[in-house]
């Protein structure tokens, strides 16, 4: 711990002698504001704390470390020339009330990525607003209820296969709608059967994910879209799987009438542990007076932020939304170009279809035929080793090297791995994970409990995971390897 290392007096920098009078503190803040005692600081030297968080961050598993296959999350390489980009002065240092006259150049990259979110997707206008997927879920959802409202229709429930993520159906309540449950059917797609039960005057949205969480293309997306437009309700993409469909489909044209994007997911961030995250939304020009304020519009070469908008569902967040996450997009887009997003995507889909004939040896794959960017293994057969789980595998990954891939979701597959290796994994990497899958798959017969016990070699062993939830811990303690 970087207490234990503290000696009083010793600091990390040193400040030039003073050649102004001294003052204190309670100069400038009136003194019933300041504390009374000396926060509780450690003090340490340079060295010492550079070496205390390298060691932290190397105690971690991440994608500069080692491959990271986490279904649905698109863990891939992030390019460190988007992290110079978004450093840069002009941007790092940007006050947001500094006013537009000062900031045409953030505002330019901002009007200028709607625009490329919007020629990648097909739609009319994009908001860049929402901090994440799932507020640009929420942004979708409010956006359907103001629009049924100003068409005067009573419409109260919004559609979710089961197989969606559960942000969909979180943000569904959020916005003051019900969600209602539409079944996949044996081939891991919505079930049109089901679907035309489902469909009423009540319904105003069905979100749905494409491809699925199974990793799998929605055959009969444009037939279900008309379908649902026909019943007077609006179709959402949730655009989590866009690294699959970049420069193959744009969403508009599969009938959709808005969907978010994970800019830190399909156009590289790193994320996961909480970093902050992009959900732009893109939408229809029937759609387009609803988008939060402000909208960033171009006039002659000046760019503006408009906030007089008597449509718009109001502000989702402070000030315009993850500006540091766009210029790393931004950057991103601008780098690949059209041709390069489609190889993206390509390459993806490919990766993932390699590995899965890879690991189709060693693990069942519930829906097998061709996937797109990732697809779904079980390890409900583990069972027959004095009942082994998937969780028990993916512990033992770790001791390999490997983050798991993520377990348990989609929630119709039993045992469920879900497998997504992203573009940016050569194929002797993706060899190296299926061969210890292979290993784990040999050890699960003969010595079980290597997988139950695991992981062996990580600073913190396996958890009492609702211990950990209720009694959070997170001092690092080295003597004591839990
Ligand atoms: C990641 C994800 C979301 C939520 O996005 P966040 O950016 O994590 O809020 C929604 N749906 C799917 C399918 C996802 O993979």
Same mark, same amino acid.
Request: charged share 25%.
């Given at each position: 711990m970087l207490f234990d290392l503290s000696k009083t007096g010793r600091s990390a920098f040193k400040f030039a002698k003073l050649d102004v009078p001294k003052k204190g503190l309670s100069d400038y @803040?009136?003194?019933?504001? %300041? !504390?009374?005692?000396?926060? $509780?600081?450690?003090?340490? *030297? =340079?060295?010492?704390?550079?070496?205390?968080?390298t060691h932290l961050a190397s105690m971690n598993h991440h994608i500069d470390k080692g491959f990271y296959p986490l279904g649905s999350c698109t863990m891939k390489y992030n390019?460190?020339?988007?992290?110079?980009?978004?450093?840069?002065?002009?941007?790092?240092?940007?006050?947001?009330?500094?006013?537009?006259? @000062?900031?045409?150049?953030? %505002? !330019?990259?901002?009007?200028? $990525?709607?625009?490329?979110? *919007? =020629?990648i997707s097909g739609f009319d206008a994009v908001t860049l607003e929402p901090a994440a997927g799932a507020q640009g879920e929420l942004c979708a959802n409010l956006i359907t209820r103001a629009?049924?409202?100003?068409?005067?229709?009573?419409?109260?429930k919004v559609i979710i296969p089961d197989s969606a993520h559960g942000t969909n159906p979180a943000s569904v309540t959020l916005s003051g709608f019900e969600s209602v449950t539409v079944a996949s059917n044996a081939d891991g797609l919505i079930d049109l059967d089901d679907l035309t039960e489902k469909?009423?005057?009540?319904?105003?949205?069905?979100?749905?994910?494409?491809?699925?969480?199974?990793?799998?293309?929605?055959?009969?997306?444009?037939?279900?879209?008309?379908?649902?437009?026909?019943?007077?309700?609006?179709?959402?993409?949730?655009?989590?799987?866009l690294n699959a469909l970049m420069g193959i489909v744009k969403p508009a044209d599969m009938g959709f009438d808005l969907m978010h994007f994970n800019l830190h997911k399909t156009f590289s961030t790193p994320h996961g542990?909480?970093?902050?995250?992009?959900?732009?939304?893109?939408?229809?020009?029937?759609?387009?007076?609803?988008?939060?304020?402000?909208?960033?519009?171009?006039?002659?070469?000046?760019?503006?932020?408009?906030?007089?908008?008597?449509?718009?569902?109001?502000?989702?967040?402070?000030y315009y939304g993850n500006f540091g996450v766009m210029v790393k997009a931004y950057t991103y887009i601008r780098l690949l170009g059209a041709s390069g997003l489609y190889e993206v995507s390509k390459n993806a889909i490919l990766n993932a279809n390699y590995l899965k004939?890879?690991?189709?040896?060693?693990?069942?794959?519930?829906?097998?035929?061709?996937?797109?960017?990732?697809?779904?293994?079980?390890?409900?057969?583990?069972?027959?080793?004095?009942?082994?789980?998937?969780?028990?595998?993916?512990?033992?990954?770790?001791?390999?090297?490997?983050h798991s891939p993520t377990v348990y979701f989609p929630l119709i597959v039993s045992e469920a791995l879900m497998v997504e290796p992203t573009e940016t994994e050569t194929a002797e990497t993706l060899d190296g994970f299926a061969t210890a899958v292979q290993r784990i798959v040999q050890e699960a017969r003969i010595n079980p409990e290597m997988l139950r016990k695991a992981p062996h070699t990580t600073p913190v062993g396996r958890l009492d995971e609702v211990r950990a939830i209720k009694e959070l811990d997170v001092c690092y303690r080295p003597d004591r390897r839990t």
């Open positions: @803040i009136p003194e019933r504001y %300041l !504390r009374k005692n000396q926060a $509780l600081l450690p003090e340490v *030297a =340079e060295p010492e704390l550079a070496r205390h968080f390019p460190k020339v988007n992290e110079h980009t978004s450093r840069l002065p002009g941007f790092s240092g940007l006050h947001p009330l500094a006013p537009v006259k @000062i900031t045409q150049g953030a %505002l !330019r990259l901002m009007y200028e $990525l709607q625009g490329l979110l *919007a =020629e629009y049924f409202k100003e068409r005067g229709e009573e419409r109260t469909l009423s005057t009540d319904i105003a949205l069905i979100m749905i994910t494409n491809p699925n969480t199974l990793g799998l293309f929605e055959r009969d997306i444009c037939k279900i879209t008309e379908k649902v437009h026909r019943a007077g309700a609006l179709a959402y993409l949730d655009g989590a799987n542990g909480g970093g902050p995250g992009s959900g732009p939304v893109g939408v229809t020009k029937e759609l387009a007076d609803f988008l939060p304020v402000p909208v960033i519009t171009k006039d002659a070469d000046e760019y503006s932020l408009i906030y007089n908008r008597p449509k718009t569902i109001g502000k989702l967040h402070g004939t890879l690991i189709g040896k060693y693990l069942e794959i519930p829906h097998s035929r061709h996937c797109m960017h990732e697809f779904v293994a079980s390890g409900k057969e583990l069972k027959m080793f004095n009942n082994l789980r998937t969780a028990d595998l993916a512990k033992r990954l770790l001791d390999y090297g490997y």
